[in-house]
């Protein structure tokens, strides 16, 4: 069944809809967390910790491309739902080319200030060695990584998001393949998981760009481009809630390292990498309903089909209600299995990540209800109140929570700040939904 964005959606077909882009980041998570495995269990938890200090790093760059990408597929969605497809095409393409240009100079800065950055993060020896060496090669590829993120939601306005999961999955099996292979068979160590996850990327960004450089019977087609400066600060405005929640949730991966090295060391770092990977499988199907989602959001919004956008809104909110309480169950059971995936090699960092994963997983209850809402308001082309939730989520109640609940529960207050921020950041959500119900007519 061909379903357009212009449809009336029920339960069934609103899932059948979000399903690839769901599939799309989970998937993404997955092979994030496959790369994380081999670096842990074959090079070791020097490395592994290395990898985790300057990660963060490397997703505070990348985030631009997500920036543009909901930024921008809001824009286009709602263009489409007035009926205007030459303006579609003319902005689709100016984001793609203004993106590429964009992602040749980040990844030129980051791979040059690597060490510097590297050494502010507090590495030193060969946790500084095996972090600027990963952080090195894998910003080599940002670009890419950049372009792939943002045709994951411009696949979606374009009536494509299958395409977008086949991709995901086909730049994901490329990394778990080449990660085998360089690290596990041939023994090529940090080098090996990095190369493996840059050509994944590669893969990841190239593919849709030259599909929709060719002919194709999607809605958008990359042309001729029209510099429109407007267009551009109404994508970077309205993409600053996931550019803001992407820097933010980096700067506090950082925090979370600098918390660590002080109460539990190396292990700490180790046991927060393996929390952080699985983490992202969490949050990526919140992520991915958001990201299949908005599209339709905006199309109806640019429509006036305040019926349809009312209809949207409470599927949202039962949606990822239900499905909250369904991975915090599926987290609290998996947590013993998942900590000996990574760490049974080691007793002691066994012990710690079990107990983090525990606690830890009580945050996912709430989730879903504060990620959607981020999304809800960017899809809405709000781009001041979405920033507003990930600003408070991501950074403000974040950092809150990690530099006071440690004082009175010691390392346990890093585990549990997740809950705490969550329940604040709910509540602004809450009252942003019922600030401007009117004005939107959901």
């Known amino acids: 069944m061909n379903i357009?964005?212009?449809?009336?959606?029920?339960?069934?077909?609103?899932?059948?809809?979000?399903?690839?882009?769901?599939?799309?980041m989970v998937f993404t998570s997955i092979y994030s967390v496959v790369d994380g495995f081999f670096v842990s269990n074959f090079v070791g938890k020097t490395a592994f910790a290395g990898v985790n200090l300057i990660y963060p790093v490397v997703m505070m760059f990348s985030s631009v491309g997500f920036m543009i990408g909901t930024g921008g597929t809001a824009l286009i969605a709602k263009f489409l739902g007035e009926g205007d497809r030459k303006r579609a095409d003319e902005t689709?393409?100016?984001?793609?080319?203004?993106?590429?240009?964009?992602?040749?100079?980040?990844?030129?800065?980051?791979?040059?200030f690597m060490s510097k950055i590297a050494s502010l993060l507090g590495a030193e020896g060969q946790l500084l060695e095996n972090a600027v060496l990963y952080g090195r090669i894998l910003c080599g590829s940002?670009?890419?990584?950049?372009?792939?993120?943002?045709?994951?939601?411009?696949?979606?306005?374009?009536?494509?998001?299958t395409m977008g999961f086949v991709l995901t999955v086909s730049a994901g099996v490329t990394n778990m393949v080449l990660d085998a292979l360089f690290v596990a068979v041939f023994k090529r160590?940090?080098?090996?998981?990095?190369?493996?996850?840059?050509?994944?990327?590669?893969?990841?960004?190239?593919?849709?760009?030259l599909y929709f450089f060719s002919p194709n019977k999607s809605l958008?087609?990359?042309?001729?481009?029209?510099?429109?400066?407007?267009?551009?600060?109404?994508?970077?405005?309205?993409?600053?809630?996931?550019?803001?929640?992407?820097?933010?949730?980096?700067?506090?991966?950082?925090?979370?390292?600098?918390?660590?090295?002080?109460?539990?060391?190396?292990?700490?770092?180790a046991a927060y990498g393996c929390i952080m990977y699985v983490g992202f499988i969490f949050a990526a199907f919140f992520l991915g309903w958001g990201i299949g989602t908005s599209p339709i959001v905006?199309?109806?919004y640019g429509a006036e089909n305040t019926a349809e956008l009312h209809n949207l809104f409470v599927k949202n909110i039962i949606v990822v209600g239900f499905f909250g309480l369904v991975l915090f169950v599926l987290a609290e059971v998996l947590a013993v299995p998942m900590s000996k995936f990574f760490t049974g090699?080691?007793?002691?960092?066994?012990?710690?990540?079990?107990?983090?994963?525990?606690?830890?997983?009580?945050?996912?209850?709430?989730?879903?209800?504060?990620?959607?809402?981020?999304?809800?308001?960017t899809a809405l082309n709000n781009g001041f109140i979405s920033a507003l939730i990930s600003f408070?989520?991501?950074?403000?109640?974040?950092?809150?929570?990690?530099?006071?609940?440690?004082?009175?529960?010691?390392?346990?207050?890093?585990?549990?700040?997740?809950?705490?921020?969550?329940?604040?950041?709910?509540?602004?959500?809450?009252?942003?939904?019922?600030?401007?119900?009117?004005?939107?007519?959901?």
């Not at 689709?92 to 040059?112: C, D, E, K, N």
């Not at 940090?190 to 493996?196: C, S």
């Not at 809630?241 to 979370?256: D, G």
């Open 4 to 24: 357009k964005i212009s449809d009336h959606f029920t339960f069934g077909r609103l899932i059948r809809f979000t399903l690839p882009s769901i599939g799309m």
């Open 92 to 112: 689709f393409s100016l984001l793609v080319y203004f993106l590429i240009g964009l992602g040749i100079v980040v990844s030129a800065f980051s791979m040059f």
């Open 142 to 161: 940002l670009t890419f990584f950049m372009l792939q993120t943002s045709f994951q939601t411009f696949l979606i306005a374009a009536e494509r998001p």
């Open 189 to 209: 160590g940090l080098v090996g998981a990095a190369v493996a996850t840059f050509v994944s990327q590669t893969v990841g960004g190239l593919v849709p760009l």
């Open 220 to 269: 958008l087609r990359l042309g001729k481009p029209k510099w429109d400066s407007v267009i551009l600060f109404k994508t970077f405005t309205n993409g600053s809630s996931e550019l803001l929640s992407n820097i933010a949730m980096s700067l506090v991966s950082i925090l979370y390292n600098f918390q660590l090295i002080r109460l539990a060391g190396e292990n700490g770092i």
């Open 298 to 300: 905006s199309y109806h």
């Open 345 to 377: 090699y080691d007793t002691e960092l066994f012990e710690l990540t079990k107990r983090a994963f525990w606690l830890y997983s009580f945050s996912i209850l709430l989730m879903g209800f504060n990620m959607s809402g981020s999304a809800f308001f």
């Open 392 to 442: 408070m989520r991501t950074l403000v109640f974040q950092v809150a929570c990690v530099l006071l609940l440690p004082i009175f529960w010691g390392t346990d207050g890093i585990w549990i700040s997740g809950i705490f921020y969550e329940i604040l950041s709910a509540a602004v959500v809450a009252v942003c939904f019922l600030k401007f119900r009117k004005r939107y007519g959901y």
